[in-house]
């Protein structure tokens, strides 16, 4: 079976580190982990698949567009494939878990996010599976300004934990016989 693994955020450095673009951060954790991958420009985004290792066939995929248009990105892919909403992984920032919580869900309300609202409209359904990083919410800046600036220091220092934490949990899924070992819940990898 082939999953499409969709790594949210947005385009060029001024984004590159900030809370939005927790997706595509995560994303890098893979290169890290297996070396170096062959990112085509494909997809209206870039897609790399990974090396052959059980029964799923994975490709990644980092949207090229802004959020609001990441669907865009992925719809193609998964057309092109020829794949069911419930065959694909969308990894992204989530302003209701904390900082260093990981959530795996499938289905359900978007909870806002613009780039669930662009994947849902372009896939015509919300069945697909999420890995929500939690960013948490901020405590007085609004959360459009939050999302947009970077992790502050002693977060930064937690990232490549919650990386390691992350990629792990998705190998997981990509070697499960379906999507549906999928972890749902929460589960609190780095408290406070």
Not at 46 to 65: E, K, Q
């Amino acid at each position: 079976m082939r999953i499409l693994a969709a790594f949210l955020g947005n385009p060029g450095t001024a984004y590159a580190h900030t809370r939005h673009n927790f997706g595509q951060i995560l994303c890098r954790g893979f290169e890290q982990q297996t070396g170096s991958l062959r990112w085509k420009d494909k997809f209206r985004g870039l897609s790399a698949d990974l090396p052959a290792d059980g029964p799923n066939r994975v490709t990644l995929l980092c949207p090229g567009g802004y959020m609001n248009t990441s669907g865009e990105s992925i719809g193609t892919a998964a057309r092109y494939f020829s794949i069911e909403p419930g065959q694909i992984v969308i990894v992204h920032d989530d302003l209701e878990t904390p900082f260093g919580t990981i959530t795996g869900k499938f289905g359900g309300g978007l909870g806002g996010h613009n780039g669930l609202k662009s994947t849902a409209r372009s896939l015509g359904s919300n069945d697909f599976y999420r890995l929500k990083l939690g960013i948490g919410r901020p405590r007085q800046e609004s959360p459009a300004r939050f999302v947009l600036s970077r992790f502050d220091p002693v977060e930064e220092a937690r990232l490549p934990d919650i990386i390691d934490a992350a990629v792990s949990v998705l190998y997981q899924v990509f070697a499960a016989a379906s999507p549906s070992a999928f972890p749902t819940g929460l589960q609190t990898l780095f408290p406070s």
